[in-house]
């Protein structure tokens, strides 16, 4: 082949073809390399229609994801981002980068695959650019372009990795990089920042980068800081995708068959940020005959509770032949052990896919050992099609159906392992993310509810090997986060003391019980919605980032942090602050500097009444993790500092009152006990004066506070 420049580079191009097979004009450079003689688009989008159907035949009838823009605040769909991310006219060679942001479960992938879909199914009508979704896959990163060529594989085009980026650069194909916060190694994520910004020097043009990750990884400052090679005429925006409302998400079920009591027995599974609100989870509530068992969520957290809930649904499907050898529980056990394991052999392997053959090696393993050969076979044809795992791009290799199902089978194996002296590969070489840090915090404090001295041996056994740990790896490191992570979990009045630790991040769910950290260096630590007050910082601490939300309460001795991220701010609010005076004006108004009486009150509760403990117990509900609290005394002691309270029915009182509780009789541990669910523990915490219900709320609980203070 041949090529003619008419009237130079910017003109017309004809391609003459060899043997005579004539010759064929193209209007520009760019419509040379759209040709079916170089990347042909139009059999790439017809392979991608093809591979996509498959992938996102489970997806229709979804409730649909929607992103805020930063910045602006505008609200966009699949549709909406689709035309927002239309190359542009600068004349000056640019590129524009997308972040797309938000928590596990929320959709990420599946919106990046409809945005591909979409691509490729109006291709042919549009000509807008079509797009590679690139996924970590769970890998550590060697080099971005092998797994560019995974995916180029998958497609099955003949396009190369090296090709790529010619094509991105004009503006005819957009590249998703999905989980790019799990794209680190054994030294951190150096290596995928730098590479990063390789390619962002090939792709300069008319190119389109996606990034997508977790909220508290991919930002706008951050990247900007990273990506060295973004210029003044680029573009970098950030859309953070939400759950659905709770009234959406309400009315979609009732779609799905569920009724007006199912709606309202569940209701404690739909405040905002629940994982029932996250699309993957909400789908599971969906499946016929679910809504029947909703009634026997008791006190727990709903991650656990959907988890057990699709359990107890997969160990009802071994059929007949297995149903007469194995017991209901016996089949429940055989489930999880089985997952367990398989996520242990993805995690110790750096891959979130896992092949047929190794599975039916781990039912071995899972299966009770006197099993007859016969029903053994059985277990290995029904382990292929558990409801937790799904088709994963390579054949005859599956995955789990959701990342934080993965993370939380794994969260279970660390616990075990941990507590019996023994630090896992996956430990000791890993990065642990933030996803796996929340699951395990979710885990714990769901399992000091009913089973306290588990999550003691392992708090003990982690401290205890961190200590004496010398090996110069990772495990240190996520040692300490994992101790830092379960603080909350532990009992109130217990001699808990961090000393010497450095963590890469770390995070803290709900109220930190007292506790000691002294010597630690933490790169970054996410405290939303946590109460640091009762932990003491001794000596010498050091913290790199701190992520916050208004809801976040820290102690008088907080160290001030190099930066603070505030999630959840207004559109055009500085989300991060770096300049000291900010940083510790930040500090002080949330709980560094105790607040006296004349100073002037800024918010629902006067200054003078911020510690009193009626304020201090209903704080401490609101962040409780489970959704339910015991009403009465039980015996669990994760909800003594509650139930075993003083103040306690003074505080339902008041919440009764004012239509904040909801009461309900539930089964727990083989008995009949009373709970509640505390409503809008979100908006209780912000306190936000112009909402009448709340201030309503704060009006009464001030006025029982000075009426017990005046008879007392």
Not at 161 to 169: G, H
Not at 235 to 242: I, K
Not at 476 to 505: F, H, K, Y
Not at 578 to 596: A, N, S, V
């Amino acid at each position: 082949m041949q090529l003619e420049f008419i009237n130079g580079p910017a003109g017309k191009i004809i391609e003459h073809r060899r043997n005579g097979a004539g010759s064929r004009t193209h209007v520009s450079y760019r419509a040379l390399l759209a040709s079916g003689a170089f990347s042909d688009l139009r059999l790439w989008a017809d392979h991608q229609k093809t591979v996509l159907r498959d992938t996102l035949k489970n997806v229709d009838g979804r409730i649909p994801v929607e992103g805020v823009l930063s910045g602006t605040g505008d609200t966009l769909d699949i549709d909406a981002l689709d035309d927002r991310l239309v190359p542009g006219n600068c004349s000056d060679p640019s590129i524009r980068v997308m972040l797309i942001d938000g928590p596990a479960g929320i959709g990420k992938t599946r919106f990046i695959e409809s945005l591909a879909a979409a691509r490729a199914d109006r291709f042919l009508t549009t000509r807008r650019p079509l797009v590679l979704h690139v996924q970590s896959r769970g890998r550590i990163l060697t080099f971005l372009q092998d797994l560019i060529a995974f995916s180029l594989q998958r497609l099955r085009l003949t396009v190369t990795f090296d090709q790529l980026p010619v094509l991105v650069r004009h503006g005819l194909v957009t590249l998703a990089i999905d989980g790019f916060d799990e794209l680190g190694d054994p030294n951190g994520y150096d290596l995928a920042w730098g590479q990063v910004n390789e390619l962002v020097t090939q792709i300069r043009g008319a190119g389109t980068l996606i990034l997508a990750g977790r909220e508290t990884f991919i930002g706008r400052e951050r990247v900007s800081k990273q990506i060295t090679s973004l210029g003044q005429h680029d573009a970098l925006e950030a859309l953070s995708l939400q759950p659905p409302d709770p009234d959406d998400a309400k009315a979609w079920l009732r779609a799905n068959h569920w009724s007006q009591d199912d709606i309202a027995s569940a209701d404690a599974l739909f405040d905002r940020g629940s994982y029932a609100l996250r699309p993957f989870f909400l789908v599971q509530l969906g499946r016929p005959g679910v809504s029947s068992t909703i009634r026997e969520l008791a006190a727990g957290h709903p991650l656990a509770f959907l988890i057990e809930m699709m359990i107890e649904r997969e160990a009802g499907k071994f059929g007949g032949p297995l149903d007469s050898v194995l017991s209901v529980e016996q089949r429940r056990h055989f489930v999880r052990s089985l997952l367990r394991e398989i996520a242990r052999h993805m995690a110790d392997d750096q891959t979130e896919a896992i092949d047929e053959v190794t599975i039916a090696w781990l039912v071995e393993i899972a299966a009770p050992e006197d099993l007859d050969p016969e029903s053994l076979a059985l277990l290995k044809n029904r382990a292929a099609v558990v409801a937790f795992l799904e088709n994963d791009d390579a054949p005859r290799y599956r995955r789990f159906a959701h990342a934080q199902l993965l993370n939380f089978f794994l969260a279970e194996v660390t616990i075990d392992t941990i507590s019996s002296d023994e630090v896992p590969k996956f430990i000791r070489r890993n990065i642990l993310g933030a996803d796996f840090l929340a699951a395990l915090s979710d885990l714990v404090l769901d399992a000091a509810a009913s089973d306290t001295a588990r999550v003691h041996e392992f708090f003990r056994a982690a401290s205890r090997t961190a200590r004496i740990y010398l090996s110069v790896d990772r495990g240190a490191r996520n040692l300490g986060a994992m101790l830092m992570t379960v603080l909350p979990a532990m009992n109130v009045g217990s001699d808990l003391r961090l000393d010497g630790i450095a963590v890469d991040e770390s995070l803290i769910q709900g109220t930190a019980p007292e506790a000691v950290i002294a010597n630690a260096a933490i790169n970054q630590l996410d405290v939303q919605d946590a109460d640091l007050r009762g932990i003491t910082f001794e000596e010498d601490c050091w913290i790199g980032t701190l992520i916050v939300d208004e809801t976040t309460r820290v102690s008088p001795s907080c160290p001030v942090p190099d930066r603070i991220r505030r999630q959840g701010v207004g559109a055009g609010e500085d989300s991060v602050l770096e300049d000291y005076e900010e940083r510790t004006d930040w500090l002080d108004r949330h709980g560094r500097m105790q607040p006296t009486a004349q100073q002037d009150d800024a918010g629902l509760v006067p200054n003078d009444l911020r510690n009193d403990e009626l304020v201090m117990l209903l704080e401490r509900a609101c962040r409780n993790r489970a959704y339910w609290i015991p009403k009465d005394k039980d015996n669990d002691d994760q909800f003594a500092r509650f139930v075993g309270n003083p103040r306690w029915f003074d505080l339902l009182d008041l919440l009764r009152e004012h239509d904040l509780i909801r009461e309900e009789q539930l089964s727990s541990k083989g008995r009949t006990s009373n709970f509640v669910h505390i409503k809008r523990r979100t908006e209780i915490l912000a306190a936000d004066p112009k909402d009448t219900q709340i201030q309503d709320f704060y009006s009464s609980l001030v006025e029982t506070i000075r009426s017990h203070d005046r008879r007392a």
